[in-house]
C-alpha cells in the first residue's frame, strides 16, 4: 500500500499561471480532503469530498477548484495562480467522514 | 465555527523528561480530538486520537486526555527520545466532521 501519494513534489509558477495538484489514494477511502500549510497557522481546509460525486468548501476556498475523478482520486487546480498561494499543499483521506485522517507527503508550490 | 488554540509554540525537554501539550476548542458540539506529528519535509501522520465518550487514552509512551467540561484536551509524551522532536499539532472535528487544526507546538528533545 502506497496510501495517499501527491504529484508533483515540488513547483514553480509565475503569477497568472495555472497548474492542477495531483492525489491518489489506494486504501478505498471515501473521504479525501485538500489542505494548505503556511508557517505559524497549521492547516487549513481548502476542499473536501466526503464521498464519490461530491465536493464542498472548506476554510479557504478562494482561488481553488477541485474535482473527484473517482473513489481514488482527488485534484486541486489553480486557474491563475497568486503569490499568496504560495505553500505546502497536503491531501488526506479517510474512511468515516472526519475521524482517522492519512495525508500524503505534500507538494511545495511558488508562485513568483 | 471551530477555533482550536495550542500551546506552548515550542517546547524544549532533556531526554528522558515528560512533555506536555495542551490545546482548547470552541464549539461544545466537537467529538473527535486527534494529534498529528509532522517531521521535517514530511506529512502530518496521525499517532493518537480521542473520541468524546473517552476521557484518557494511552498507546505506549504516548496519552491523551480530554476534559469536556472545559473544553480542552493534552497530549503526553512520556520518556522522551530524540526520535520524538517534530511538530505536534492538535485537532478538533467540528459538528461537521470537518477537522480544525491548532498552529502546531515545535518540540525539540536534547540528549
Known amino acids: 500500500n502506497a496510501g495517499v501519494t501527491q504529484t508533483p513534489k515540488f513547483q514553480v509558477l509565475k503569477t497568472g499561471q495555472s497548474m492542477t495538484l495531483q492525489c491518489a489514494q489506494d486504501m478505498n477511502h471515501n473521504s479525501m480532503y485538500w489542505y494548505r500549510q503556511d508557517p505559524g497557522m497549521g492547516l487549513r481546509l481548502i476542499y473536501y469530498s466526503a464521498s464519490e460525486g461530491t465536493t464542498d468548501k472548506g476554510e479557504v476556498p478562494n482561488g481553488y477548484n477541485v474535482s473527484r475523478l473517482n473513489k481514488r482520486e482527488f485534484s486541486l487546480r489553480l486557474e491563475s495562480a497568486a503569490p499568496s498561494q504560495t505553500s505546502v499543499y497536503f491531501c488526506a483521506s479517510s474512511d468515516d467522514r472526519g475521524y482517522e485522517q492519512y495525508f500524503g507527503p505534500g507538494t511545495r508550490l511558488t508562485v513568483t | 465555527g471551530e477555533n482550536v488554540e495550542q500551546h506552548p509554540s515550542t517546547l524544549s525537554v532533556q531526554e528522558g523528561d515528560s512533555a506536555v501539550i495542551k490545546c482548547t476548542y470552541s464549539d461544545s458540539a466537537s467529538n473527535y480530538f486527534p494529534w498529528y506529528k509532522q517531521e521535517l519535509g514530511k506529512g502530518p501522520q496521525l499517532i493518537i486520537d480521542?473520541?468524546?465518550?473517552?476521557g484518557e487514552k494511552k498507546d505506549q509512551r504516548i496519552a491523551v486526555t480530554l476534559n469536556k467540561t472545559a473544553k480542552h484536551f493534552s497530549l503526553h509524551i512520556t520518556e522522551t527520545q530524540p526520535e520524538d522532536s517534530a511538530v505536534y499539532f492538535c485537532?478538533?472535528?467540528?459538528?461537521?466532521?470537518?477537522?480544525?487544526f491548532g498552529a502546531g507546538t515545535q518540540v525539540v528533545v536534547t540528549p
Open positions: 485537532a478538533a472535528a467540528d459538528s461537521w466532521g470537518k477537522l480544525q
Open positions: 480521542i473520541r468524546s465518550n473517552v
